[in-house]
């Protein structure tokens, strides 16, 4: 069943839980995804990037992804985001195909600029009962940065979050709090006294991109703090690959799904794993009961 991402953002900040929002390129990871979700009994976000509508087919891979959440998985409360949209045509373009939430990623813009586009989005989205997430500070792509991160450079400024969510209208907010996309040799410390002084100025709910490695208790303490969703992509990609690469040679060439199934069933075990990790398990009920 889908829903409304806004909606089951409230209902995780609200039961002490966070939601996993985990990036889909095609049937396998969405099925991974949501087989994971069922088994479970979790609520579930399935997000698309600009980049893999190009690859898949952005009409198409958003069809197979409600059609799978709507006839198959009608117990499982389902959100279908855009993520990363970085214009307002690529929003625009998304909600037009019929996503019922889109981010759009201004963060590399001034300030000024972020919100004004921010807004134009949240406008037109609304209008269309579309739910939108904006991002705030910077959260860097470690595959992009080189030498040594300078952290101070990319994290929200509590008061800033606040305007930018006043102006806005926006439904969530992605924060930086010292989380970076991709797997880091090294992370500092998140900066949890900044994220509690967003979490004092900022009604929203929080959002923290970057999470495939946050793993040995920051995930839990970051979400008893206030963020209610965590965006997972690179640790799916690792689990597809990885389980791929082990298989290629073993498969019957004659049948593609012999080495596609195990790839999938690696993402299902991953994505299990950051569901218990997230406690979002067994909440889909109290959700489908209100
Ligand atoms: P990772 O690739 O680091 O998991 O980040 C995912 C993400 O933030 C998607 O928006
Ligand atoms: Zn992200």
Known sequence: MI??????????REGGYAV?????????TTRAIL??????????IIQITEKTMDYAGGRALFQLVSN??????????????LDHGKSFEIVEHAIDIGFPSVMYDGSRHTFADNVRTTRKVAE????????????????????EVHGVVDWD?????????ARYVEETGIDTLAVAIGNAHGFAAERPEPDYDRLKRIVE??????????????????????????IACFNVDTAIKLAFVGELTKVIGEGDKTDIRSVLEPAMHAVREAVKGKIRLYRS???AEVINNG
Do not use: C
């Open 3 to 12: 829903l409304n991402t806004k909606i089951l953002l409230e209902r995780a």
């Open 20 to 28: 996993g929002a985990f990036n889909t390129v095609n049937l396998e």
């Open 35 to 44: 087989d994971a979700a069922e088994e479970l009994s979790s609520p579930v």
């Open 68 to 81: 799978l959440a709507e006839f198959y998985h009608r117990d499982i409360p389902v959100g279908i985001h």
């Open 124 to 143: 037109y989205a609304h209008e269309r009962g579309v739910s939108v997430q904006g991002e705030l500070g910077n959260v860097p792509y470690l595959a």
């Open 153 to 161: 450079d990319y994290m929200t400024d509590p008061d800033e979050a």
């Open 201 to 226: 100025k900022v009604s929203v709910p929080l959002v923290l991109h970057g999470a495939s490695d946050w793993e040995d208790g920051r995930a839990e303490k970051v979400s008893g703090i206030g």
């Open 281 to 283: 398990d067994g909440k």
